[in-house]
């Protein structure tokens, strides 16, 4: 049996905020690096490495938001314990990443914890663009490639109308230098990383807290690109043991 990837500990913001549909002003650094970076980059390298086809989606055209997004990403890191010397970062696992020899939204996969998701607006929704997303909490990156809000969300019961001109709403209003974010929180028997399910076949969700033995909730930082104008997801996975996870607001 593999080792669970688990964390000890999660931020305070997190332990003291409300969960979706809450969101807030991100005040602190929009990346972050935890207790299980080195484990959970692991795991990331060999699904980039072995499965780069189900977990990396770009459109052509959105080259430029990816490269954007790298730049920002990439001035973020000193704060964090990445080194940078040209086009090399050393992580703080110590992995040598030579920036300029792959494309950028695999660079940010090999370098971060985090997911990453670009929402670029086509017409009057903002479309998936593209993505390195190699921690899926029950979706599937190729059944919402280059679909806008609205098809993204169609097997969410509650997603109705209003709530979809509202998180519309929410996408256009993102200010560029004033990023926000929010939280979920699942409840899993299986505590791996890698969880794609296809919309056809959603995920069974039990009675809250009650269900699974595993804590796992996603910090979601939503920020504009100046250049582009695209909203990025910035994804940071927790899982935690049920025994570690504090009591939440």
Known sequence: MTTPILQRILPDDMCH??????????RGPWLHVDDAYAAQMARRV???DGQADEVLYLDPDALPAARELLDAALKASPDLGFVQDGDVVTCPDGRKID???VPPLEALGRMFQNDFVLMEKR????????AVLCFPASWRLSEKAGRPLTDI???VREYDADLARRVQRLFDGIQVGRPLW?????WYQD????QPRSASEPRR?????KEGPYYRTERQTLLRLPLSGAVVFAIHTYVLARADVPVLS
């Open 99 to 101: 920036v300029s020899s």
């Open 153 to 155: 969300h169609v097997p």
């Open 191 to 194: 505590p791996e990383l890698f």
């Open 182 to 186: 929010r939280f979920n929180q699942l």
């Open 205 to 209: 969700v039990g009675s809250g807290l």
């Open 123 to 130: 017409g009057d929704q903002h479309v998936l663009t593209g």
């Open 17 to 26: 905020a409300r969960a979706l549909p809450g969101i807030q002003p991100e």
């Open 46 to 48: 060999a699904l980039l």
